[in-house]
């Protein structure tokens, strides 16, 4: 099939960036929509002109790198799923495909597709963890831990860390982000202890970062890759009141 | 130099134990005095950086990757092997150790591995304590599976996404040491050459992906854990970004590269549809569990998934159950990986390009149901229907093997110190305990033992002779180092040819794939060789790197690395041509038995085959380290 691409360029954080037209010609529906861009790119090199930059990894939907709006929609028209898990079938001969980084003023443009999303690391280093050191923890059957609830916690735990639900909401929140990990922790008998001290910090980091507010319209949940559920946003909130309630950190 | 392999004295089972007595001790407050340097942050890198700084030690971790979250151990799917005994079926340490060396062909180190075995335990501890949402049963204990070469359950895992949930807890403890200081970490920055100052690993030469700046790293000790070297073969199921530049410069400074031909070649992933394939995509091994491996008895050129519903029992072929009664599906990689190659050069292989067998779950869904099935298995079926198009719920899913894992690696000795002193190697990224043949879930195992519970303590043996002063990053060592750096860039830069990058890539991928892959014969392995050479000389004339160095250049990137696949690649390809039997993943048509097995010839081979690096175009010498065993009989290894 033949398509026509509108890819955002940018040469750097500083450049405005733009829109440019590409026709990309004998595109096979198996290729997975990042070959597409390969085969593109590849062309561009040949002619002497610079590929388009994107972040990419492991391309098996589990990395978290890839990162691209296509036609408005993070990650592409389908549910479930990453960028690099995308094939080509999903599209027909003739159409007009437009790719964007992700939008968000938290996550700068570095160039072309490529974001900074290294806000998320530091909501995770303000208290995404277990404050445990390597040796001395007891046997791991030591705690009976219910399956609905290890269940649940894995639901949380499977965030893949892409930023889509970032890019997905209109107040570029990173709400679902920050309360899969408050989640997981909070579920667990291990994360338990810290629960208070994880989600004022987490919380905390998290508007410090500039993302904005939470409304709860469920855009993250709908483009999440990993389908990571609403249920979390709302435990984080319960968290944060409870935590707000007896805490000295007013 | 003879290989000193430091292992130490005693009963299999003391040794560890008596070791860590006897290793050297930095007292608490001397420990802040002492930087290390830690390259790549997968289950080995993360876990190394967190519990040195824990220890005390100020570290610097080095990823290319924009967050070290997403280095490649996130891909494992299956599991992660211990010896808690949990489901009461016999397994122990002893076993663990037994099935490993057994499985890696008794070509891995008797003390390493049984070492590996005992700190296995630990690591299931460390993780659940960190949060790590294992399976469960129902009375909230932990839920093992089996795997394959094993005949016990000690798996460990998290749905599919084991080695997702175990970088996770590492990356959470890394994360609150940088919090606290301890790790200052460096995303988007790879690293291109070693520092030796009076032959001691002393620092790094990097470049920021970002900017394109290089810099020099200064530091007590170097760690790398940058993982394997997959990607010589351009297709395998490592990430895009995963090379050997790190491990092969450091090789280039005097560290030895141990059996580079043993490459691990998984038998079940998804087969390759066109030129335009960037990657293939592993299915988990788990699903040998219940699927069933088959093709055609005669050969149906082109045969559909559709039209395979259709075929009639007795014209199956389940080459496995018939070859290998007692494991059936379940024989180790490289067995099913050969296996499917033997089939499939017969012309019974399937699918459009006839590089394909059949892995069927009918009679499992028919047996337990397809909502067992769906729980046990249902996210690898989406990943297979989303790229595949078929329902492996309806039809047989097609498989095909792929360059999967490293087995060789840098050399190091029993303290995991390369023969560089004062650069280490862990994880996958060394060569110490697989083998010939890495078993199902040993991956983790082996990054997570090496990063938390052995490095934490052996570099402190060598750290306790070293003295506090820093090496200043313009001594002329670093200025020397910076220099070599910035004129490879500019030599890849200048050449300006006519063949992208990629091209050459994909030419190197071809050669090995052909002849240093899942079998190999003197013939192939020389004529390889030269396609080599000429690759690489034909690369230094004609590729094309466009852009500068001053900025983000993906395509610059990747030329480095290339460049040193394509010296890496003959190095592989030597080391197969030496080892003149067969064992493990590594396949030499000359020596096999009868039945097309694996022949092993011990009285020759039964060495680690470490290569020493004489400079530019010259021969590498080989040193050989002789493998000793005390506590297992040697025996032709036999799934039957």
């Known amino acids: 099939m033949n398509l026509k691409l509108n890819i955002w360029r940018q040469k750097d954080s500083n450049d405005k960036g733009g829109f440019k037209t590409y026709q990309v010609s004998d595109v096979s529906p198996d290729m997975s929509f990042l070959e597409m861009i390969d085969v593109l790119n590849e062309d561009l090199v040949k002619k002497g002109e610079e590929p388009v930059h994107f972040d990419h990894d492991c391309r098996e939907g589990i990395c978290g790198t890839c990162s691209m709006v296509i036609n408005g929609r993070p990650h592409g028209p389908k549910q479930g799923i990453t960028t690099c898990q995308l094939h080509m079938r999903s599209f027909s001969d003739g159409d007009e495909i437009t790719i964007e980084p992700w939008r968000a003023r938290a996550f700068p443009v570095i160039k072309d597709l490529i974001v900074d999303r290294s806000a998320f690391d530091r909501i995770i280093q303000a208290g995404g963890f277990v404050s445990v050191n390597t040796g001395g923890a007891p046997d791991a059957n030591s705690i009976p831990i219910a399956k609905e609830v290890a269940n649940e916690a894995m639901d949380a735990a499977q965030c893949i860390g892409c930023g889509a639900c970032v890019a997905a909401c209109k107040n570029a929140s990173a709400m679902l982000f920050t309360s899969a990990k408050i989640s997981q922790l909070a579920l667990l008998p291990q994360g338990k202890l810290e629960r208070q001290r994880r989600v004022e910090k987490m919380i905390w980091q998290m508007e410090a970062e500039g993302f904005g507010a939470c409304t709860n319209t469920g855009a993250c949940e709908a483009e999440c890759p990993k389908e990571i559920s609403l249920v979390h946003i709302a435990r984080a909130h319960r968290e944060y009141i409870a935590a707000k309630a007896c805490s000295k950190n007013v | 130099m003879a290989l000193n392999s430091k292992i130490p004295e005693g009963p299999l089972a003391e040794k560890w134990t008596k070791h860590k007595f006897n290793i050297k001790l930095v007292n608490p407050a001397n420990k802040r005095k002492y930087d290390i340097i830690v390259v790549g942050t997968g289950l080995a890198g993360a876990s190394a950086a967190a519990s040195l700084a824990e220890l005390g030690y100020n570290i610097k971790s080095f990823c290319y990757q924009d967050s070290p979250r997403r280095a490649h151990s996130i891909a494992a799917q299956g599991g992660i092997n211990a010896a808690k005994n949990y489901p009461n079926d016999g397994d122990s340490v002893f076993r663990l150790f037994y099935d490993t060396i057994k499985g890696g062909d008794y070509r891995s180190r008797e003390a ?529």
């Open chain 2, 112 to 640: 390493n591995v049984y070492r590996l075995a005992e700190v296995s335990n630990n690591i299931i501890d460390q993780c659940v304590a960190q949060g790590v949402p294992f399976a469960r049963e129902y009375g909230g204990l932990l839920d093992n599976r089996s795997f394959g070469g094993a005949q016990v359950s000690r798996t460990f895992y998290a749905r599919g996404q084991t080695g997702q949930q175990l970088l996770l807890g590492a990356y959470s403890a890394l994360s609150r040491q940088i919090a606290a200081g301890k790790v200052k970490m460096y995303p988007r920055t790879e690293m291109l050459d070693l520092v030796l100052v009076d032959g001691k690993a002393r620092g790094i030469v990097t470049r920021d992906l970002v900017t394109g700046k290089i810099e020099s790293h200064s530091a007590h000790a170097v760690v790398l854990a940058t993982g394997g070297y997959g990607n010589v073969f351009y297709l395998s199921t490592n990430a895009m970004g995963s090379n050997a530049t790190a491990a092969w410069r450091a090789h280039k400074k005097g560290a030895y590269f141990a059996n580079p031909c043993f490459t691990q070649i998984h038998p079940t992933c998804i087969p390759v549809s066109g030129d335009h394939q960037s990657k293939l995509t592993l299915m988990s091994e788990s699903l040998r569990n219940d699927g069933r491996i088959w093709v055609p008895k005669k050969a149906m050129p082109g045969l559909t998934a559709k039209e395979a519903v259709n075929i009639p029992e007795e014209e199956r072929d389940y080459y496995l159950e018939r070859k290998y009664p007692a494991f059936g599906n379940l024989v180790p990689r490289d067995v099913a990986s050969r296996n499917a190659k033997m089939v499939c050069d017969e012309g019974r292989g399937v699918g459009p390009t006839g590089q394909a067998v059949f892995l069927d779950f009918s009679e499992a869904i028919q047996r337990l149901g397809k909502e067992v099935i769906e729980q046990k298995y249902g996210n690898l079926f989406d990943m297979y229907k989303q790229i595949q198009g078929d329902d492996p719920y309806e039809v047989p899913m097609m498989i095909y093997p792929a360059v999967h894992y490293t087995m060789g690696g840098l050399w190091v000795d029993y303290n995991l110190m390369t023969t560089i002193d004062g650069l280490y190697a862990i994880g996958e990224c060394n060569f110490s305990d697989h083998g010939a043949n890495r078993l199902g879930a040993s991956a983790l195992m082996q990054g997570l033992a090496d990063g938390y519970f052995i490095l934490p303590y052996t570099i402190g043996d060598y750290l306790a002779n070293m003295p506090y002063d820093k090496v200043p990053t313009d001594h002329e060592a670093f200025k020397e180092a910076e220099q070599g750096v910035q004129d490879l860039i500019n030599k890849l830069l200048s050449v300006n040819g006519d063949k992208t990058v990629d091209e050459f890539h994909k030419e190197l991928g071809k050669i090995m794939w052909d002849y240093v892959g899942m079998s190999r014969n003197e013939e192939g392995l020389k004529k390889a060789i030269g396609m080599i050479r000429e690759l690489r000389e034909s690369f230094w004339q004609n590729v094309k790197v466009l852009g500068a160095n001053e900025e983000m250049n993906m395509t610059l990137e990747k030329a480095g690395r290339v460049a040193d696949f394509l010296e890496l690649a003959e190095l592989m390809a030597k080391d197969a041509l030496n080892r003149r039997e067969s064992c493990g993943g590594h396949f030499r048509e000359e020596s096999q038995t009868e039945e097309n097995e694996a022949k092993r010839i011990d009285e020759e081979y039964s060495y680690v085959a470490a290569w020493k690096y004489q400079g530019p175009d010259q021969e590498e010498a080989l040193e050989k380290e002789p493998l000793v065993f005390e506590n297992v009989k040697l025996t032709q290894r036999s799934y039957k």
